[in-house]
């Protein structure tokens, strides 16, 4: 899986993708993997720009199944949307972003040895370092089991906060090994969704993800 990432101006986030800057970029469709039979659509795109990189996130849903309001919680248990990134091969470390459809996140750098792997919050986590999030709920109202029929997100993860990586910041021709996620647990049995569906079940089989090409 390849993916071309355009450059974008800086913008604001309302959660409902409205800037007219995510015209520039195409959706990608997630593809449903291993377990779960919930059939909902969910779709990606992405930009960036000299300061950071953006995902926005649409999930058909049904129901918001999850009950965490508090920051770096056990987001993956519930209901949320992931991106990874793994800017340099060299090294087995990569950053993992989880937003919940509530607003609350999980950002995590990972140390992954022969799969073997551990997580990292950040330090200083403030000003230029701090990613931006927004979400927004469509069919229904923004909290915790509400019926709905789908949930947005956007992200900006900014390349201050991954320097130390390798190969930050991306310029035109950089590319990333990457991959984005959807958990969702309307049923008892969750369903999982990848961008590069290679990974299979297990998002930490970071051989197995996709690449992203800068423009």
């Not at 999030?133 to 909290?143: D, E, F, H, I, L």
Request: net charge negative; glycine share 8%; with cysteine.
């Amino acid at each position: 899986m390849t993916l071309s990432v355009p450059l974008t101006d800086d913008f604001g986030l309302d959660g409902a993708g409205s800037n007219r800057a995510w015209n520039a970029a195409a959706w990608q469709p997630l593809t449903r993997v291993v377990e779960g039979k919930m059939p909902y659509q969910t779709r990606v795109k992405t930009l960036y720009s000299h300061t950071g990189i953006y995902f926005l996130f649409d999930c058909e849903d049904k129901c918001l199944t999850c009950t965490l309001t508090e920051d770096y919680t056990d987001l993956f248990r519930e209901d949320v949307a992931e991106a990874f990134l793994w800017p340099e091969e060299a090294h087995p470390v990569y950053f993992e972003y989880e937003v919940s459809p509530l607003g609350p996140e999980l950002p995590i750098l990972i140390s992954n040895d022969g799969g073997k792997f551990c997580g990292w919050l950040p330090w200083h986590y403030t000003g230029e370092r701090r990613i931006r999030r927004a979400t927004a709920v469509r069919g229904g109202p923004k909290k915790s089991m509400a019926n709905v029929t789908g949930w947005s997100a956007e992200i900006f993860i900014p390349f201050a906060l991954l320097l130390g990586l390798g190969n930050v910041p991306p310029t035109p021709g950089t590319r990333w090994r990457a991959n984005m996620y959807r958990i969702d647990y309307d049923q008892p049995e969750r369903t999982l969704w990848a961008w590069s569906p290679e990974t299979g079940g297990v998002f930490h089989r970071y051989q197995e993800f996709g690449t992203l090409v800068f423009e």
